[in-house]
């Protein structure tokens, strides 16, 4: 399947500071997305990029969709308490099926108040 | 409803017995998904309907893992019998054009956590 690699793999940051993630494909992808996933919990869709080279704000969340359609990254500004979570990307392309999605490895944030 | 339905949230079972897990999509979703989630990993497609067809199914292990959706509606997914390598979360996922502008994301259900002993 498609391998989908994030960075870092973990994050501790103090409440406050702005946080960057991204995630690199082997492939190609027509969208890319970013989940957040509490303990416990599905994934949340938070961004859905569908464009090269677009970027989406969604409050203090940012993302951009790279211009080689094989990388994104997500930017979270001012983090606070509640940004605690994984962050996943997923990818979405042509190849395999309507709307099959392959998901990176995941980003766990943790912001020390 | 707006929010995708799952159950049991939990589940402990001994291995060689028989679970099943539950999935109710967001109303009007034609395309349901179940997925499994091992700790530390990101979710792995197990099954995709479209209304009540398996649309793929290529990585279900299909020796103990059976899936349904037999009215296109809601779902369940069967593993007998279990496995120690079975623990996970399982978690469906919904999607579909419910309205002008949406565009077919998939929205997940709370899941399941599995624990086979």
């Known amino acids: 399947g498609q391998q989908l690699n994030q960075s870092p793999q973990s994050m501790f940051i103090q409440e406050g500071e702005d946080v960057s993630m991204n995630c690199t494909s082997s492939?190609?992808?027509?969208?890319w997305l970013w989940y957040k996933q509490d303990p416990g919990e599905g994934p949340v869709l938070l961004i859905a990029l569908y464009k090269a080279g677009e970027l989406t704000s969604n409050g203090r969340l940012t993302a951009q969709f790279g211009i080689t359609r094989k990388d994104s990254f997500l930017n979270i500004s001012a983090s606070i308490p509640s940004d605690v979570g994984i962050y996943f990307c997923a990818g979405r392309g042509s190849q395999t099926g309507a709307n099959n999605l392959f998901f990176g490895t995941g980003t766990r944030l943790t912001v020390i108040p | 409803e707006a929010e995708v339905a799952q159950s049991p949230r939990y589940k402990i079972t001994e291995k060689s017995q028989a679970v099943a897990f539950w999935c109710d999509p967001i109303s009007g979703h034609a395309t349901l998904y179940w997925y499994r989630q091992i700790l530390g990993q990101g979710p792995e497609l197990l099954v995709q309907?479209?209304?009540?067809?398996?649309?793929?199914d290529s990585q279900l292990p299909k020796d103990r893992f059976s899936a349904e959706r037999l009215k296109g509606v809601d779902s369940t997914l069967k593993i007998q019998p279990a496995e120690l390598g079975d623990s996970a979360m399982y978690l469906c996922?919904?999607?579909?054009?419910?309205?002008?502008?949406?565009?077919?994301?998939?929205?997940f259900g709370p899941g399941t956590r599995l624990t086979v002993l």
């Open positions: 309907f479209q209304d009540e067809s398996v649309v793929d």
């Open positions: 996922a919904s999607s579909g054009i419910r309205l002008a502008g949406d565009y077919n994301e998939q929205f």
């Open positions: 492939s190609i992808f027509n969208t």
